[in-house]
T-cell receptor, first 115, second 114 residues
Framework: GAVVSQHPSRVICKSGTSVKIECRSLDFQATTMFWYRQFPKQSLMLMATSNEGSKATYEQGVEKDKFLINHASLTLSTLTVTSAHPEDSSFYIC???????????FGPGTRLLVL | AQSVSQHNHHVILSEAASLELGCNYSYGGTVNLFWYVQYPGQHLQLLLKYFSGDPLVKGIKGFEAEFIKSKFSFNLRKPSVQWSDTAEYFCAVRVTGGGNKLTFGTGTQLKVEL
C-alpha cells in the first residue's frame, strides 16, 4: 500500500513555543492530506483538510491561527502548533489520498508533549 | 452530522475464537464504510471498505464485514482469531458527496490470548 511518513515521531517542547510536524507521501502524489488529533482512549478527530496550493479547510472548533497548515507540494504537508500549551499535548496523525477512490493512507503519528 | 458508535471498547478472546465487533452509524444518506486496524506501535491500516454492491465485503487477513443498511450497521467479523490480531480496530464512515472526510468510532481494543 501507499506509504505516508511523519516527522518527528515524538516531540517535547516548552509552553509558548511552536512545533512543526511534517507529513510526507513517499511513493505517490497526494491530492489531499488530512490532519487528525487523537486523545488517549478516544477516536481520531479530524482537524483540517489540506489541498496542495490552497488554504486548508478547518473543522468547526479548530483554531486555524493556532494550528497552521501548509501544503506546499503534492508530497508534503506541515502542521505547525503555534504557542503550544499543555492542553495541546496529543497524538497528531496525518493521512493522504491520491486517487478518486479516495482511500486514506495514514502516517504513523506524532506524539506531542508540551511542558 | 454523522456519528459512529463502537459498542465494545475492550474485547479479550482466546485464539481460534470467533470475533464480531459492532459498528453503527447515524446518517440517513449514502455512506462509504471502512474498518481500519492499528497494530501496537504501528500506523492505521485499511482492513476493508464498502462503497456499493455486495454488502458482504472481504478484507485482508481473513476479516469480513457486512453492511446492513436497515440497521445502519457495519460489523466486523473473523471466524477464527489469532494472537497476531491483537490490535485496535476503528470503524469509519464517509458521507458520499460530502468530501473525503472520515468520521471515526472510538475504537475497540482487541486482545487475543494464547
Amino acid at each position: 500500500g501507499a506509504v505516508v511518513s511523519q516527522h518527528p515521531s515524538r516531540v517535547i517542547c516548552k509552553s509558548g513555543t511552536s512545533v512543526k510536524i511534517e507529513c510526507r507521501s513517499l511513493d505517490f502524489q497526494a491530492t489531499t492530506m488530512f490532519w487528525y488529533r487523537q486523545f488517549p482512549k478516544q477516536s481520531l478527530m479530524l482537524m483540517a483538510t489540506s489541498n496542495e496550493g490552497s488554504k486548508a479547510t478547518y473543522e468547526q472548533g479548530v483554531e486555524k491561527d493556532k494550528f497552521l497548515i501548509n501544503h506546499a507540494s503534492l508530497t508534503l504537508s506541515t502542521l505547525t502548533v503555534t504557542s503550544a500549551h499543555p492542553e495541546d499535548s496529543s497524538f497528531y496523525i496525518c493521512s493522504a489520498i491520491f486517487d478518486r477512490v479516495e482511500t486514506q493512507y495514514f502516517g504513523p503519528g506524532t506524539r506531542l508533549l508540551v511542558l | 452530522a454523522q456519528s459512529v458508535s463502537q459498542h465494545n471498547h475492550h474485547v479479550i478472546l482466546s485464539e481460534a475464537a470467533s470475533l464480531e465487533l459492532g459498528c453503527n452509524y447515524s446518517y440517513g444518506g449514502t455512506v462509504n464504510l471502512f474498518w481500519y486496524v492499528q497494530y501496537p506501535g504501528q500506523h492505521l491500516q485499511l482492513l476493508l471498505k464498502y462503497f456499493s454492491g455486495d454488502p458482504l465485503v472481504k478484507g485482508i487477513k481473513g476479516f469480513e464485514a457486512e453492511f446492513i443498511k436497515s440497521k445502519f450497521s457495519f460489523n466486523l467479523r473473523k471466524p477464527s482469531v489469532q494472537w497476531s490480531d491483537t490490535a485496535e480496530y476503528f470503524c469509519a464512515v464517509r458521507v458520499t458527496g460530502g468530501g473525503n472526510k472520515l468520521t471515526f468510532g472510538t475504537g475497540t481494543q482487541l486482545k487475543v490470548e494464547l
